[in-house]
């Protein structure tokens, strides 16, 4: 599940082991733990329920590693290093970003979720997602059900990290932002003005057929394709911090295969 290719860039940003305190069985390999991380992100499969015979190590081995790997940073490092060669291979297009989000239903209680908004008994959360104009992600969060989406455009757009790959100065805005009517708001317009972005924003009250669906098509579209992760399909996880890890290694495998793209 984790090609050659794969591991020589994740390898090298994998925390080192911590002194085995007492002896036991051999710690299970780290690329043999992301294989078992990948297989519950894929099949949506419960920890405990994870086959042994895969070699994979215990649902709990690769919950505790993914939950490690999380809090060192691995997957922001990773991500970091994709858009790099795609940059480099001009594979990038900064010429608009497009943000959208999406409910997912949450089967337990715990932060960033809130009431659904069609169905206010149930709990759920919101993947929201910010891609370049091809639709590969640039960024992606997690918030609760009830939050508008505008509230989490700045915090999609800050979340964008500075990518080199060419000569001169590293590039983390794109010339323009195109959004659905929920992020219609004059404020936030000004302040994409601010930092140099141009909103194309869909208003309120203004038939369809603007024309932004030629172009925000790519996000639905990468959207559709995270939730082939059949994990992220239904918010599983109480921490959000968990959910958050399964997302940002879900885009990142989304980067990858378009870095892999002729």
Not at 11 to 16: D, R, Y
Not at 67 to 74: C, H, L, P, S, Y
Not at 115 to 138: C, E, M, N
Not at 205 to 227: D, K, M, N, Q
Request: charged share 25%; glycine share 12%; with cysteine.
């Amino acid at each position: 599940m984790v090609s050659d290719e794969l591991w020589s860039l994740i390898e090298p940003l994998l925390p080192g082991p911590g002194p085995k305190l007492v002896e036991g069985r051999p710690r299970v390999l780290d690329r043999q733990a992301l294989c078992g991380i990948l297989f519950v992100l894929h099949t949506g499969i419960q920890w405990d329920y994870l086959p042994q015979e895969l070699g994979f190590g215990s649902g709990m081995t690769c919950w505790w590693r993914l939950a490690a790997w999380n809090e060192a940073g691995v997957w922001e490092e990773l991500q970091l290093v994709l858009l790099t060669k795609l940059r480099a291979a001009g594979k990038l297009d900064w010429s608009r970003a497009v943000i959208d989000s999406s409910h997912v239903r949450a089967a337990r209680r715990g932060p960033k979720g809130g009431p659904s908004p069609v169905d206010l008994a149930r709990p759920g959360s919101k993947h929201h997602v910010l891609t370049d104009g091809q639709g590969i992600p640039l960024a992606v969060s997690l918030a609760g059900g009830n939050r508008n989406d505008v509230t989490q455009l700045l915090p999609l757009l800050d979340k964008v990290v500075a990518v080199a790959g060419v000569v001169g100065r590293p590039r983390h805005r794109p010339d323009a932002l195109l959004a659905d009517r929920g992020y219609d708001h004059d404020n936030y317009r000004r302040l994409l003005w601010q930092r140099g972005i141009r909103p194309v924003i869909a208003e309120r009250g203004v038939e369809h057929g603007s024309g932004l669906g030629i172009f925000r098509w790519v996000v639905e579209g990468t959207i559709a394709w995270l939730h082939g992760f059949r994990r992220l399909r239904i918010r599983w996880e109480r921490r959000d911090d968990i959910h958050e890890a399964f997302l940002g290694l879900a885009s990142h495998s989304g980067i990858f295969s378009r870095r892999t793209t002729p």
